[in-house]
Structures are given as structure tokens and as C-alpha cells.
């Protein structure tokens, strides 16, 4: 088998057992990056020499004896917004300019421990900010499934990634569906865990009361594999649970979904909806019940309503404020001018892309006084209210079965000028963030015409290895994610 | 409340983000379409709602008094745009301007 | 008839805790004298992907000055963010507590005139401090400046800032209160108080009342550096707001800058417009949950504080109120006089000796009582010495000084001191006498020989004389001791 087509697990085993050395799989991920970045453009930042030193530490341990680690060997790809000591850092932005973080993000730290080996910085719409990767100042990523199409967004370059077999694990962050959207997007799987279940410490936060990591992976195990390796707690975080975390891998060899009860969101599944991913969550509801689960059909009539408008006050809020830093003082991109407010001014109106100074603007407007109340207030109370329905849903179900995404990738710029409909791609999906539960796309096949389809399992707070549990359920009967080629349908 | 370029300019000065002309007129559809948008939350009830989060069931963790030295001091002012000596430098602040606050 | 007015003056005090890392991150809190950007990391610099996470002891220090101020503790508070670009302030906003505080509704007794207010606390609440800007020019000069300078050494630093009710009617009281609140965080340690270097600053709200029925525009002054600027800033304040009202005009409502080499407030007005700090709850901190535990502990490590002391010096043991005062301002030499007096000293020596003879030494090396080599008990036993009659005062003070700069023990020092007990007398003084009259024969003879008729020479005499024996004996007595030498060395001579 070829390195690229081994899951995270059997590359660990086997760079362990000596069986095949840590150098020889980097390198193959390099070559497979080297020959299909061209057409994906999935990177901004390709780490040669580093990941090829790293790697070596790691058979060293091997031969020295040590255990390397779970991931030992294993080549990753870690989103650009997830601070890299010494290698640029950048969100897709120019505002930052090439800064190389003085310290590592604490998912970073976790990998590295676990002997991964970091081997690129994933391309992403600007400080997270889009579903199609397209708002990049390094220019947009292509779909590995068809290169004239989007790879979603955010963390659509670490989607492509793990879907063109640069490497089987890459991270993401999700604030509003930017790992499960382009998971669904390239065919992958993806999760979002629980709000506070993974460290934020270095990750350039977006909006932090949102922001989530999570991996992608072509394999329910993987995931499972990169969960355990990132969840611990973290003190530098103070929205870091100090709960004790599940077994995730135990989750996904031994699935407990017997008896489990399934919920059907009426709401979500009539409105507009591609049919074949209204099939996919027959399909995959049908798998479910086989298995001994029961279907029960919940309303979500408040996050269906109010999900996106709640959102789209919330997250830009908060990003005005955390994207403020970027006044080209102390690291990053400055405009030089006579006086400090223009140069604030210059910096951050020629730093920043269109998409961001938007969000930024309305997030300004919805905090700004006079307006306070009647949106951002307003919000706070609407989102109270969103996670309190899906309290009384979880009253019913244990985990919920609704679409990822309302659509199959659209194409490059066929959005780009209309930013209201972007964000309407993320309707299944930011509810989920509003309420903090872990949510996680499965992949569910390839239509036809060779573009993914998918469902989303959603949890209750801190039972995110049920999603593992029904995802390896689901990937029995729909197999893993195959790769993709990077060519156009 | 109609959305106008004042609302718009305003929320531009507040960002520190400057916006030419053609932006602004873009700004202010976009503006117009999205707050529309937000009106959907006029018909959402939330009388008596506590706007706090439910996400917070854990109380903020404290640290403990030790200090720690990162001495990053020189790399930080290595990627400043602008290092003066031990320094970070900034143009000259407008004759008006004070500190906002203390 | 001219209309009166009345001054109305609420105070912002920022206090710096005295803690050893900063509010949201470990590093060290020494800033003061340390290289500009030494004491920084990713937090204080607000480095991109950084999360505060909130100093303990922070809330401690907040929670005991807000207990000594009689505030009630909120068992569940928030921090907000303060948005605003300015180059001191790393991530552009500033985490503070807003709608709530740690602590709020509390009191603070002070004395103007012998009489006792209390002023009311409104709230106090955690903050954190913002970097430092030094502001120059190409060529030097500090005028026409061309650039600034940013030092984040300072950024991040643990405020508490403690806001009063409109309570105070003159400039004096203003003093008063910043006096007592610095006292008392000092008494507590939660903050060296210090207004010149900036751990304690002030910014003032002053109004005026007129009898007409007329309000004045509240005018907050920035920029006080000092008690004695607040107070000046203050004066300037309501002679100008007086000014405008009594012509017809009216006082804004602004923001005032005080300029303290030109003895003015300036209008910093034309900002004003563009203040919006769009506060929002701080989505990196969950809420602060202050414990009963914590609020009990705090209580207890409460020391009896500053004015609740001074009245009972004053009442319980009939000390003059200056003294008291004297004697309240320090909680070292408070205590210090408290163990002195427990060892058996009486109140009024004890008082007396401390507020003159160990408050000299204390601000004369800076050092605090707790550090003196000898201890209370000591004091107490020279104290004892002197109520005896076996030192006199004189003596006792010169034993004194010999403790403190040698660290010797009484005995020791009063030998290395020529000090006597029951004082100098019989033979000793006349062969201190002899001693005198003969190491200085010129005035001697000139005295012996009656060439000394306006007395001036024997008077130098018997100066030299009470030098040699510091004091310890009456003048009259050294005088006929002399009187008796002199005569014996006529008698010799003849």
C-alpha cells in the first residue's frame, strides 16, 4: 500500500515497529504535496526541511527505543491560523505578514508530542472568515474532487489535504461550520468537538466564544486517534473544561449505538436541500436503525429561524474586537504614515481583504452604542435560547442526524459577490457552534459525478464519542473517503 | 432605522478602517441587506431570557502568584515593523489625543 | 443677590496590586527600573492566538480592599472588554469589569477638620494596566514630538480600581480620601500606594451646585499626578466652573486634562465623539466565582484598620488627635508603638518616643519597623530607663542611635556610648570637669585670670563639659562642679 493511502494508525504502527522509517513517509507526503499543490493550492506554507528533521527525531527514538508516540511518524497539516514557532503564521492574510509566532499553539505542542510531523499551513479564507477558501490573499484552494470547484471553508486547505492524500490528519478550526462544511465539501470526515473540549491557546481566534479545533481524517479511527491526542486540558485556556475526557479510539473500535435514539430535524430537511443529501441522511438513518437505533423526529424551529442572523451579530462582534490587535505596532504588516491614527488606519484598511473589513464593520455597527440592545443583546438572548432547544431535544435523542450543508461545492466564484448567500451555506452547521455541542460530518459517498455527500451527527455537550460511535457505524456500511486526484469532473 | 452612509462611515472610524468612495456605497447595501436579515430576530421572544451563556458551567480557573520569565522580549521587538532601540516605535500621536483612559 | 454654590467631587481611584505576575499572564510585576520590553510574553503583547488566564491573587487583593471598604462581594462577577486603539494597549481593548464588578456598595470614614464623613464606595472592580509611551522627537526635544515609544513592561499589571459616590464637597476632603484609601492599602498590602510612580492615580469628577437650583456639567480631570495637583486641579476647577455659571453659561460635561506647570485643566474635548468602547462580556473568561471560603479568608487576614486605630488611640488611650494620626499613618509603627506599649512601656513615652525619635530613623533609612534591630520590647526597656530617672533623655536618645546603626543591645551601647546609669555625678563629673579645664588651658587661664568678664569663655566650658558627659547631668550641678575647679586651681596658684 502507498504511504499516502494508510490511515494515521497503521502509518504509527508501523514507523514503531521499525517496519518503515518516519523519513520515508514525510517524504512521500512531500512528494504527493509537491505534485498535486500546483492544481490545490491547499498550502500556503510547506515545511521541507523542519518536517524532515522531525521526522528523523522520530525514527531516532525508535531505534533508541523510546515510544514516539501514537501519531508517531505521521504527517499532518495544521490550519495557518494555529501559531507555529518559527514558521509563518499567517490566516490567509496580509495584515500579518509573514510573522513567525515566538511560541507554539498548544494542539501543535500535543501533535508534536505524539510524534507527528507537521509538513504544511493550510490554506483558509482570511482570519476564517468564508465557506470557500476563496477569501485567501495567497489565492483560492481547489476542491480535490474537482478542481473548478470550492473545497469549502474555512479550513478548506486542510480539507483538500487530507481528501488528496497529502496526509490522513489535518486540523481545522470551526466557529461556524469551517470543518464540517468543507468536510462535507471534499468528502471527508470531519469533527467539531464541544466548546472547551480542545485548547484555543495559539490559535488566532476569530470568534472565541465559537472558535473550535477539530480534525479531518479519511477514517472515523483517525479522528478518533487525533481527538485523543488534542483534547487534554489546558490551563492557558480558562474556557479549556477541566472535565476528564473520553476514550475516543475506545469509542470507534467498540461502538455502543444499540438503543441509541436519533433525531430527525423535520425543520432542516424541508427547506432547501440538495435531494441527494436528503438521501444521504435516509440512507444513513436506515444504517442506524439496522444497528438497533430508534428515529425520533425533534424540532428545531428556533436555530432553524434564528440560528443565522444570531450568528452572523455574534461572531462578527467578537472579531472586531480580537481582530483590533492588528495595528501594525508590535508584529505584522504597517502602512507607514505622518500621524498614528492614519497609520492605524492605513495599516488595517490595505492589511485586511474585503470579507474581513465586512465582518468587522458589522460587528463594530452591532456593538457600537445605540445599537447594543437591540442586536447584540438581542443575539446573546437568542443564543441562550438556540442552546436551550437543543436541550430539550437531547431530552428526547442522544445524538442528532441532520445535512452538513444545504448543497454539493459550488463553484469558484460563483458566490463571491454575494456574500448573504455564502453565508447561507452555513445554516446546518453554526447552530451548532452557537450551542457549543460537538458536531461531525460523515462522509456517506460519491454521487455520480463524483462529488461527496455527507451527513452531520450532532451531540449533547461532552458526548462527543457518541459522534464517533455512529460515524464508525455509518462508515461500515459507506466505506472510507476515497482519495481524490485532483482532476476536474 | 434606516441604514445610510453615516452608520456605515461611523462604524469605519470606530475599526480604524477607511473606506473609499465606491466602497462605501457597497458597504451600505451590504449593511442594508444583512441588518434586513437581522430583523429576523424581531419576531424571536426573548422576554425574560438571561443573555448569559449556559456554555459557562465551569467558573473561571485562577493561577497561582509565580511568576514566570518568557524573556521573549528581544524576538518580539525583532518582528516589530518598526524597533527602536529596546522600544517599539509610533508615529506621533495627534496633538489631541491622550491616552483614553489610564 | 449673588448665588452660592456647592462643590460636589467623585473620585476614580486606580490602585496597582501588589502581586508578583501580572492579572492575565505570569510575568514579573517589577517594572519599575527593568529595560522596557523585558517583562513581556505573547499575552502582555497580545500576540495573536493568546488567552488571558486570571491571576488569583489578583481577586484576593480585591476582595480584602473591597472588605475593609465595607463593599458587599459579588459571588459572581464578569470581566468585559474596553475597546480602543491606542499603541499602549496590546490587543486594542482592555479586559475590566463593567455592569459587574467584584465588589460594590461600600464606605470610607475620613477626617477633615476633626470632623468624621463617611464617603461612599460605589465599586470596586479588577482591571488591567496598559503599557507605557514615551513620547520624543528626531532631534531630542520634547515639544513638537514626532514619535513615540512603547514600553509593555507596565501592560497587563493588576488594577483595582475603586470608584466613590459623589460624596465630597471641597478639595480638602478630596485629599483627605485619597490620603485614607492610600493608608489603608497600605495598612492591607495590596499596593505600595505610591501616586508618583503611579501606583495609586486619581482622575476626579467635580460639579457644581448652584442655589439658584442650577446643575453644572460634570468635568472629569485626567492627568492629576499628585494629591497636591488634585487638590490645585481641583480649585482651578471650581473657580472656573463658578465662572462660567455666575456669567450665564453653562458647564459642559467633558474631559479635562490638568496641566500642572501651567496650573490649568484643558478641554480634551473633539475626541469625546469617537469614545465608544463597545463593552461586551470577555468570551476568553468564564465568570469569576468568588467562594465563601475566599471571602472568609480575606476577612480574617483583615488587620484593624487605619481609622478604626486612630480613634481608639485617641479614646481609649487619650492621645492629642495629631498624634493619633502620627501614629495611625503607618501600620508598622503603629504596631511597633501597639508591642512596645504591651511590654510594659507607658502610653504617653511610648507615643512620644515613637512618633519623634523612631519615626526619624524609619524615614531617615527607609526602612520599615518590623527591620529595625531591636525590637519593641527593647524600646521599651530603655523607655524604662528613662522613667527611672537612671538615663536621662538626652542619653537615652544618643543609646538609641548607637542601637540602631551598631544593632547593639542596650548594655553594649550604652558602654560604647560613655553613658552612665543614674547619670554623671560626684567624682566622675569632676574628673569630667578636670578633664575639660585642662585639655583647654587657654580659656581656662583666660577665665582663671578674670579676663573673661562677659562670661562667654567658662559658658564654652561648660559646653565642653556637657558634651563630655552627653548631657548627663543637671546644668546646675555642672556649673558648681566647675565653679569648684576653678577655684581649686586658683587656689593652686596662689
Known sequence: MKHEQMDASSIASAVTSGEVSAVEVVSASLRRIRSLEPRLNALITVIEEYALERAAHVDGQVSSGCDPGPLAGVPVVVKDNMCTRGVRTTCGSRILDDWEPPYDAAVVELFERAGAVIVGKSNMDEFAMGSSTEHSCFGPASNPRDISRVPGGSSGGSAASVAAGYVPIALGSDTGGSIRQPAAFCGVHGLKPTYGMVSRWGLVAFASSLDQIGPFGRSVGDIALAMDVISPQDFRDSTCSRRERPSFRDGASNPAVKGMRIGIVREFLDGPLDPSLKRSIEEAASVLVSSGCTMVEVSLNESASFGLPCYYIIAPAEASSNLARFDGVRYGFREEAPDLVSQFTRTRSYGFGEEVKRRILTGTFVLSSGYYDAYYLTALKARKMICQEFDRAFRSVDVILMPAVPSLPFRKGELLDDPISMYMSDVFTLPVNLAGLPGMTVFTGLEPSGLPTSVQLVAPRWQDRRLVECASVIEERFGCPPIAEGGAL | ?102 | ?494
Open chain 3, 1 to 494: 443677590m449673588t448665588p452660592s454654590f456647592e462643590t460636589v467631587i467623585g473620585l476614580e481611584v486606580h490602585v496597582q496590586l501588589a502581586t508578583a505576575t501580572k492579572l492575565f499572564c505570569s510575568c514579573p510585576t517589577d517594572y519599575i527600573g527593568s529595560e522596557p520590553n523585558t517583562l513581556v510574553c505573547p499575552v502582555c503583547l497580545g500576540l495573536p492566538g493568546t488567552l488571558p488566564s486570571l491571576n488569583g491573587r489578583s481577586v484576593e487583593l480585591g476582595v480584602k480592599t473591597a472588605l475593609a471598604l465595607g463593599c458587599s462581594i459579588s459571588r459572581t462577577s464578569r470581566f468585559h472588554r474596553k475597546n480602543y486603539f491606542y499603541p499602549d494597549l496590546p490587543k486594542a481593548f482592555q479586559i475590566s469589569q463593567y455592569d459587574l464588578p467584584v465588589a460594590t456598595g461600600g464606605s470610607m470614614p475620613v477626617f477633615v477638620g476633626g470632623e468624621k464623613k463617611f464617603i461612599g464606595i460605589t465599586r470596586l472592580h479588577l482591571e488591567e494596566d496598559a503599557g507605557k509611551l514615551v513620547h520624543g522627537t528626531a532631534d531630542g526635544r520634547l515639544s513638537g514630538r514626532s514619535f513615540s515609544n512603547v514600553d509593555y513592561n507596565r501592560a497587563g499589571i493588576p488594577l483595582a480600581e475603586i470608584v466613590s459616590e459623589p460624596d465630597m464637597r471641597s478639595p480638602e476632603e478630596a485629599r483627605e480620601y485619597v490620603l485614607t484609601l492610600r493608608r489603608l492599602v497600605r495598612y492591607l498590602g495590596v499596593s505600595d500606594g505610591d501616586m508618583e510612580s503611579g501606583s495609586l492615580r486619581v482622575d476626579a469628577n467635580i460639579s457644581q451646585k448652584c442655589s439658584d437650583g442650577r446643575w453644572g456639567g460634570r468635568v472629569e480631570i485626567k492627568n492629576v499626578n499628585s494629591v497636591r495637583a488634585m487638590e490645585r486641579a481641583l480649585d482651578f476647577e471650581i473657580t472656573r466652573q463658578r465662572g462660567i455659571m455666575l456669567s450665564g453659561g453653562t458647564v459642559v460635561q467633558e474631559t479635562r486634562h490638568w496641566d500642572d506647570s501651567a496650573g490649568v485643566t484643558r478641554s480634551s474635548r473633539g475626541k469625546e465623539e469617537a469614545h465608544d468602547y463597545r463593552y461586551f462580556p470577555e468570551p476568553d473568561l468564564p465568570p469569576l466565582i468568588v467562594n465563601d471560603a475566599l471571602v472568609r479568608a480575606m476577612g480574617e487576614s483583615l488587620p484593624e484598620l487605619p481609622w478604626v486605630k486612630r480613634e481608639r488611640f485617641e479614646t481609649e488611650w487619650g492621645l492629642s488627635p495629631e498624634d493619633a494620626a502620627v501614629l495611625s499613618e503607618r501600620l508598622d509603627l503603629a504596631e511597633f508603638l501597639e508591642s512596645t506599649v504591651a511590654s510594659g512601656a507607658g502610653r504617653d513615652i511610648a507615643a512620644n518616643w515613637i512618633k519623634t525619635e523612631i519615626l526619624r530613623i524609619l524615614n531617615e533609612t527607609g526602612l520599615d519597623a518590623g527591620d529595625l534591630p531591636f525590637t519593641p520590647r527593647v524600646l521599651g526597656e530603655l523607655l524604662g530607663e528613662v522613667v527611672k530617672g537612671s538615663l536621662s533623655n538626652t542619653a537615652a536618645r544618643d543609646v538609641l542611635e548607637v542601637m540602631y546603626r551598631k544593632g547593639l543591645g542596650i548594655q553594649d551601647a550604652m558602654k560604647e556610648t560613655g553613658v552612665v546609669p543614674g547619670g554623671v555625678t560626684g567624682d566622675l563629673l569632676a574628673k569630667a570637669v578636670r578633664r575639660v579645664l585642662d585639655a583647654n588651658r587657654e580659656e581656662t587661664g583666660l577665665v582663671l585670670s578674670g579676663a573673661d568678664p562677659s562670661g562667654k569663655k567658662r559658658k564654652y566650658l561648660q559646653g565642653l563639659v556637657m558634651r563630655e558627659i552627653r548631657g548627663q547631668a543637671p546644668v546646675g550641678d555642672v556649673s558648681a562642679v566647675i565653679d569648684e575647679a576653678l577655684r581649686q586651681m586658683r587656689g593652686l596658684d596662689e
Open chain 2, 1 to 102: 432605522m434606516e441604514i445610510d452612509r453615516k452608520i456605515v462611515e461611523r462604524a469605519a472610524t470606530l475599526s480604524r478602517i477607511e473606506m473609499v468612495p465606491d466602497n462605501v456605497e457597497t458597504m451600505v447595501r451590504f449593511f442594508q441587506d444583512i441588518i434586513g436579515h437581522f430583523r429576523i430576530l424581531e419576531k424571536c421572544d426573548t422576554t425574560g431570557v438571561d443573555p448569559f451563556s449556559t456554555l459557562e458551567d465551569e467558573p473561571c480557573p485562577l493561577r497561582g502568584d509565580g511568576p514566570v520569565r518568557w524573556d521573549i522580549g528581544d524576538e518580539a521587538l525583532d518582528s516589530a515593523p518598526l524597533r527602536e532601540g529596546r522600544f517599539f516605535r509610533v508615529p506621533a500621536i495627534g496633538s489631541e489625543e491622550g491616552p483614553d483612559e489610564a
